[in-house]
């Protein structure tokens, strides 16, 4: 793939994912990004050796792909600002926004776009990202795989055909870290009022769910299989089980995700419009 990528804007995730692109043997001189900072404009020079620009439209005057990569309250106005010189090259957007649908990105851009909405999550930041992606019908298969090669730079892709189920992203691997990093802050709380010093009740709670993941990733038993091996009927395990159990685990788990799905739709409803 050779096509020109660029960067609007060259926050923690668009430059994880340059970084995931040069190191997939992409070339930096089908890189561009911009910034309205100079000294970030020379930071993306030194780390990345890409060319970069102040201006969105100069940058943008023959691009291939966009990759719309603002904070969500202000990409109303970027692509305003862009609109003109997007309709006149007709690129593929791919927006890494949280919460905006692709209606409204198009809408804002001036309309008939192909338009690739993501919602990545923050281990992108270290090449272990999941990212659910959702193609308008103006998207062809060729832009596409454009897409998900750009998006794969930093983990797994996965494909849904309706954008409604990019916010059951969201709620799952979109917010899903911060349920894990809970979850590992209260094991860490126990383990220390069991008699444990802080680092080592760190380092254990990290190592577990480390392993926990790797033994999923790679084996060939689901979650519930892999449970069942390690709880011996009457033991310690069991007993812990059985505890989240009485406090339904489950449907706390499916109410906070809950919560969060509907969330997702309350926030594009908010910033959607053209207000």
């Not at 050779?2 to 994912?17: D, P, T, V």
């Not at 103006?138 to 090669?149: G, L, T, Y």
Request: glycine letters at 8%; hydrophobic letters at 45%.
């Amino acid at each position: 793939m050779n096509a020109k990528i660029c960067f609007i804007g060259a926050g923690n995730m668009a430059k994880s994912l340059i970084g995931g692109l040069l190191a997939s043997g992409y070339e930096a001189k089908n890189i561009i990004a911009t910034d309205p900072s100079e000294e970030q404009r020379q930071a993306l020079g030194s780390q990345f050796a890409i060319e970069s620009f102040a201006d969105n439209n100069e940058a943008l005057m023959h691009a291939d792909i966009v990759v719309l990569a603002v904070k969500p309250q202000i990409l109303r106005n970027v692509c305003a600002e862009i609109s003109s010189t997007v309709q006149a090259g007709s690129p593929l957007v791919l927006s890494i926004a949280a919460g905006i649908r692709t209606d409204d990105i198009d809408r804002w851009l001036g309309g008939n776009l192909p338009i690739v909405r993501t919602m990545p999550n923050t281990p992108a930041l270290i090449q272990t990202g999941a990212t659910g992606l959702f193609a308008n019908a103006r998207v062809n298969d060729e832009q596409k795989s454009q897409a998900e090669h750009i998006m794969r730079a930093t983990g797994l892709t996965l494909w849904v055909d309706t954008e409604a189920k990019i916010d059951a992203v969201t709620a799952l691997s979109g917010s899903g870290p911060a349920y894990y990093f809970l979850f590992m802050e209260a094991m860490e709380n126990a383990a220390e009022k069991l008699g444990l010093d802080h680092k080592t009740a760190h380092l254990l709670t990290m190592q577990t769910a480390l392993g926990a993941a790797k033994m999923v990733m790679e084996s060939h038993q689901d979650c519930a299989q892999l449970r069942a091996n390690v709880t011996s009927p009457n033991g310690t395990t069991q007993k812990a089980i059985e505890h989240f159990e009485s406090k339904q685990l489950r449907e706390i788990v499916e109410g906070a995700m809950t919560d969060a799905y509907q969330r997702a739709q309350e926030l594009a409803d908010e910033l959607g419009g053209d207000a």
